[in-house]
């Protein structure tokens, strides 16, 4: 396993796993002895902590528009936004992400307006296509599905010569007992596809904890089985994270001695909250579980950091606390606009609609001509 840039203890967790991992930031916020920090300007690593922040924020809001039923059910990802917005922040614009219904941050950061990421939280399609201009795909509900096609994507870009681009894949820990995780690195690791992998290990795959998910005594260790490196990072220190995905970007995209190569890297953290809005955690684990991961957070080290090295003042921190809050109320204002016309919901399925869609499509005319903008409620009722 590779730790060879400062590597750490897996200090206040009782995941009962390996506990070697790469780490620049100590549990406090303070640079490992002998680590190095990443190589980036003051100005990127606040900004960096200004998107981590931003998805706090973001997830406080949509936790609280969901319980108001204004938006439909929600993946929190409190705990896991530094992990996200460091994977992302290490991506070029060309790259391509394929995220999970949990990956909102590393969406946003990638390139996504807030705006679009809270449209089809409020019904409407528009969010699920993929945006002109930002390489995302839509987020994967189907846990797993997304490892072979983004190992297809990798495959079928350095077919046709695209080796100046890369594939970032995540997914979570039990999307690794899948077949699909087998057949998408196995495949990635023969044909040394430019791909990323990241497995957010967040501890627990709804009620099934990291312990029951497998045997085996890390996740990243799991990528000897396919030939290529696995790499397992602190993922509540988004320097760490940021390194490491960064060196594996690389060596997918400008490889030393022409040798390309896939990697595995495997982000240690922990869902702080509920696996949705439709879950209660207190069902299956103690919150003092919690507590100890919630002493390693990665805004808190992230902040104590920039502080340390006078990048972060109360100032500053006061003028970022305003423009996220700024940010995320008007995203929510734009997406609370939005209209779409209730028959979106008939399009983009079929290119010709089938009898039966067509029979609902009149069935909703009928009832619109007759109720108008109240259609929809006389049929729910
Ligand atoms: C193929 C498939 N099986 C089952 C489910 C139901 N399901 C939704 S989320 C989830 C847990 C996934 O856990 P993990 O991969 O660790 O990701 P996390 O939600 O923790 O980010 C399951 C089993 C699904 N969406 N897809």
């Given at each position: 396993m590779n730790t060879q840039y400062g590597s750490g203890p897996h200090d206040g967790s009782d995941d009962g796993s390996n506990t070697d991992y790469?780490?620049?930031?100590?549990?406090?916020?303070?640079?490992?002895?002998?680590?190095?920090?990443?190589?980036?300007?003051?100005?990127?690593?606040?900004?960096?902590?200004?998107?981590?922040?931003?998805?706090?924020?973001?997830?406080?809001?949509?936790?609280?528009?969901?319980?108001?039923?204004?938006?439909?059910t929600y993946a929190p990802m409190t705990g896991q936004e530094g992990a996200q917005v460091a994977t992302s922040y290490a991506l070029a614009p060309d790259d391509w992400l394929f995220p999970t219904y949990r990956e909102h941050a590393a969406k946003y950061v990638h390139g996504m307006s807030l705006a679009s990421l809270l449209k089809p939280l409020y019904g409407h399609r528009d969010g699920y296509a993929i945006p002109d201009d930002v390489n995302v795909v839509p987020e994967y509900i189907p846990i797993a599905t997304q490892v072979p096609q983004a190992m297809g994507k990798a495959w079928g870009d350095m077919i046709q010569g695209r080796t100046d681009r890369a594939v970032l894949c995540h997914f979570g820990d039990g999307a690794t007992s899948e077949g699909d995780f087998h057949e998408g690195l196995n495949f990635a690791g023969v044909f040394d596809v430019p791909a990323v992998f990241v497995c957010n290990n967040n501890q627990y795959a709804i009620s099934t904890p990291r312990d029951r998910q497998t045997a085996s005594e890390t996740m990243a260790e799991k990528a000897n089985a396919y030939g290529i490196e696995g790499v397992r990072v602190d993922g509540l220190d988004p320097l760490a994270v940021y390194e490491v995905t960064r060196r594996a970007l690389q060596k997918t995209k400008n490889p030393v001695d022409d040798e390309r190569r896939p990697t595995l890297i495997e982000a240690v953290q922990y869902r702080y909250g509920a696996h949705t809005t439709s879950d209660d955690p207190s069902v299956y684990r103690d919150e003092e579980e919690a507590e100890l991961w919630r002493e390693r957070d990665p805004v808190?080290?992230?902040?104590?950091?920039?502080?340390?090295?006078?990048?972060?003042?109360?100032?500053?921190?006061?003028?970022?606390?305003?423009?996220?809050?700024e940010r995320i109320q008007a995203a929510i204002d734009e997406a609370e606009a939005y209209e779409t016309e209730p028959e979106a919901i008939f399009e983009h399925v079929y290119e010709e609609p089938s009898e039966r869609l067509q029979a609902q499509r009149d069935e909703l005319e009928r009832l619109r001509e007759k109720y108008g903008d109240d259609a929809f409620s006389e049929v729910l009722q």
């Open positions: 790469v780490q620049i930031l100590d549990a406090g916020g303070n640079v490992r002895p002998g680590a190095e920090v990443p190589d980036l300007g003051d100005e990127e690593l606040l900004a960096m902590y200004e998107a981590i922040l931003l998805a706090r924020r973001f997830d406080q809001r949509a936790i609280s528009l969901q319980r108001q039923g204004r938006i439909a808190d080290r992230m902040a104590t950091f920039l502080e340390s090295r006078g990048i972060l003042t109360d100032e500053r921190a006061a003028a970022i606390e305003e423009r996220v809050n």
